[in-house]
């Protein structure tokens, strides 16, 4: 029996958070890339999150894709790393 439930009305029934035992958190990604990223959903799709699909809305790994960020991160101005003679 499929779920008839208007979509707008699921939102407001998933819960935000979700602890895992291994202490990652799964939040859900609308709102992990509004309050902690300040992007929408869309571009925090486009990002390519590991992502979990939780009752039909997706959730991303908190630790995980700050991780991830953090490793884009570069610094301006930077020497470039030498390149190998042939």
Known sequence: MPDNIPKESRRSQRVAEIPLPD???LEAREIFAEKTLAVCDRT???MDFPTVYVG???YVKRNASLRIIADRAKRKNQPQK???AR
């Open 56 to 58: 039909g809305f997706p």
């Open 44 to 46: 925090a799709r486009r």
């Open 82 to 84: 030498p390149r190998r």
């Open 23 to 25: 202490g990652e958190i």
